[in-house]
């Protein structure tokens, strides 16, 4: 019973992962395999990490992926907070103060000269609400401070009854934008990529319309991010749930969406559109018809992820809080 760690992710099971992950209160697919150990890989490499195990009577409950990527900054959580939308200790659900108690009790050694980082802790996490009751306990200080947004859109039992709970503005200017690009670019079609082939055709491709959008998502989408990308989505791939999906019209790729189905939501964790179609509003004609399908095939939300872009509230978006939680020692 109690901690150990380990500095190789190949050393904790997928099986494992997936059953602790799996009955953590809020599970994301941010601190699932198939996202964390392609970051690891990517942004990790020649960093020290540790990957705790908790175990409680003979079976394991939790984990918690650290790196000090940045010795300046801390330790901090695997996966960090440029690319990632949701982070936490991974810990089954009721377990969370144990968990903390007795990690932070053992850990003040590690931690006497670099804090620990908590990004990306979303509003609702029981991390944020016990840690502060555990860091007075064992004589750490405690800083919870608001880092982003995310905002989500609860979905309705039809596109039209979501159409209806939109602003009477943000609904005529969605409809209208519809209609002009059906008229500007015919045979306006939605597709999804379903199969291997199509994802080694299709991948390509949303590299390209991402970077095309604008010169910041450019820099942004270096090659070892677009490797990054691609490790990621195929893991998802694997899984059944990457939702990779595109807008064509005229004969040409107008808009590209990466989703990842988790949960029972549909979440957009990256886009790009072609500017040569800016007039006809790609971009945010594909989310509609994403929100569309994401209503047909059942989904309870469509989740914005992180951002406070101004689309997001068009389409109906609703705010969750994201935080950073610093503990340091005393």
């Known amino acids: 019973?109690?901690?150990?760690?380990?500095?190789?992710?190949?050393?904790?099971?997928?099986?494992?992962?997936?059953?602790?992950?799996?009955?953590?209160?809020?599970?994301?697919?941010?601190?699932?395999?198939?996202?964390?150990?392609?970051?690891?890989?990517?942004?990790?490499?020649?960093?020290?990490?540790?990957?705790?195990?908790?175990?409680r009577n003979g079976e394991t409950d939790g984990f918690l992926f650290l790196c000090l990527c940045d010795d300046k900054k801390g330790?901090?959580?695997?996966?960090?907070?440029?690319?990632?939308?949701?982070?936490?200790?991974?810990?089954?659900?009721?377990?969370?103060?144990?968990?903390?108690?007795?990690?932070?009790?053992?850990s003040r050694d590690l931690l006497s000269s670099h804090p620990l980082l908590l990004p990306n802790l979303v509003d609702g996490s029981p991390s944020i609400a016990c840690l502060p009751r555990v860091c007075a306990e064992l004589g750490y200080s405690f800083r919870l401070e608001e880092m982003d947004r995310s905002p989500?859109?609860?979905?309705?039992?039809?596109?039209?009854?979501?159409?209806?709970?939109?602003?009477?503005?943000?609904?005529?200017?969605?409809?209208?934008?519809i209609r002009r690009a059906e008229a500007a670019a015919p045979g306006l079609s939605f597709r999804v990529t379903r199969t291997r082939e199509e994802f080694e055709q299709d991948f390509p491709s949303f590299i390209a319309l991402h970077r095309l959008s604008h010169t910041g998502k450019a820099e942004f989408m270096d090659d070892r991010m677009a490797g990054f990308f691609r490790d990621m989505a195929e893991g998802f791939l694997s899984t059944g749930q990457l939702r990779l999906v595109f807008l064509s019209g005229e004969g040409?790729?107008?808009?590209?969406?990466?989703?990842?189905?988790?949960?029972?939501?549909?979440?957009?964790?990256?886009?790009?559109?072609?500017?040569?179609?800016?007039?006809?509003?790609?971009?945010?004609?594909l989310l509609a018809r994403c929100i569309e399908d994401a209503i047909r095939q059942g989904y309870r939300e469509y989740d914005f992820l992180r951002g406070r872009e101004r689309y997001k509230y068009d389409l109906g978006g609703k705010d969750r809080i994201?935080?950073?939680?610093i503990i340091r020692v005393s």
Do not use: C
């Open 322 to 325: 994201v935080y950073r939680a």
């Open 75 to 106: 330790w901090e959580l695997l996966g960090g907070e440029q690319v990632s939308d949701s982070l936490d200790a991974v810990v089954v659900s009721g377990g969370e103060a144990g968990f903390w108690s007795e990690f932070l009790s053992r």
């Open 152 to 177: 989500y859109v609860p979905l309705p039992s039809s596109f039209e009854e979501y159409l209806r709970l939109l602003g009477t503005k943000e609904r005529h200017e969605l409809r209208r934008k």
């Open 1 to 55: 019973m109690g901690f150990s760690w380990t500095d190789r992710m190949e050393d904790i099971s997928g099986e494992e992962w997936d059953s602790v992950l799996s009955r953590s209160f809020r599970p994301s697919p941010f601190l699932s395999r198939h996202f964390l150990a392609p970051w690891a890989s990517t942004f990790a490499s020649g960093h020290s990490k540790r990957i705790y195990r908790w175990v």
């Open 252 to 285: 040409a790729v107008m808009a590209s969406a990466l989703q990842i189905v988790w949960n029972g939501a549909l979440l957009l964790y990256n886009s790009g559109f072609d500017p040569n179609y800016r007039e006809v509003s790609p971009g945010l004609v």
